[in-house]
């Protein structure tokens, strides 16, 4: 069972480019989102999905665009990177109900380095 | 004012030793409270999962939640090595989504 897989694992882009970070879960989880995590600020929603064609904006969204076709993917585009965007970026999923009450399922992560 | 509070450490403590871990809170609406494990490099793995107050264990792992001073902790007992890790506080009110807060997680080394 692969849980919840993240691509690519690690990515170097320049200020400006833009870029696509995958995510695919195969526990039918209906809850999905996008976090951030930086030195000394723990983990931060970017966005979130509570099922396909339904997304919403987390505490970060700006710079960041999501959409949700199927129950499995939900893709992370960077539209302009920029050095703040500089982070590990985790996908986490859930089945319903825990989406609200946090019982997540986390992806290994992508490293993102913005130059 | 972050709305969960975590002193990021390190922690070191020796193979056997108790390690004890909290977070601080201001919003009174959290009921689920959770622990996640991370290793380093790797993804957060729930580890305790706790429903409003009281005291829950799992092996060498008890977690405990006193919502009356807004702080929950997380005990290990017979530490290990292999608990070397960062542990996250979270918790959640359960009423609308996107709405986990977590703390900004505490290093825990134990040292053979």
């Known amino acids: 069972n692969a849980g919840v897989t993240q691509t690519p694992k690690f990515q170097v882009l320049k200020t400006g480019q833009s870029m696509t970070l995958q995510c695919a879960q195969d526990m039918n989880h209906e809850y999905m989102s996008w976090y951030r995590q930086d030195p000394g600020m723990g983990l931060r929603l970017i966005h979130y999905?509570?099922?396909?064609?339904?997304?919403d904006q987390g505490e970060v969204p700006n710079g960041y665009n999501v959409s949700r076709s199927t129950t499995e993917d939900f893709p992370l585009r960077l539209l302009s990177a920029a050095p703040s965007q500089t982070s590990v970026y985790f996908c986490a999923s859930s089945y319903s109900p825990g989406g609200r009450t946090g019982e997540l399922f986390f992806g290994e992560g992508s490293r993102l380095t913005v130059l | 004012q972050k709305e969960v509070e975590q002193d990021p450490g390190p922690l070191s403590v020796p193979e056997g030793a108790i390690v004890s871990l909290n977070c601080t809170y201001s919003?009174?609406?959290?009921?689920?409270f959770m622990w996640y494990r991370q290793y380093s490099r790797k993804g957060p793995e729930l580890l305790m999962y706790?429903?409003?107050?009281g005291n829950k264990e799992d092996g060498r792992f008890t977690a405990q939640v006193d919502k009356s001073s807004k702080y929950i902790s997380l005990f290990i007992r017979d530490s290990q090595p292999s608990d070397s890790a960062t542990y996250l506080c979270?918790?959640?009110?359960?009423?609308?989504?996107?709405?986990?807060?977590f703390g900004s997680g505490t290093q825990v080394v134990v040292t053979p």
């Open positions: 999905s509570v099922g396909a064609g339904i997304t």
């Open positions: 706790t429903y409003s107050s």
């Open positions: 919003n009174s609406a959290f009921q689920y």
């Open positions: 979270a918790m959640s009110a359960g009423d609308s989504w996107g709405k986990l807060q």
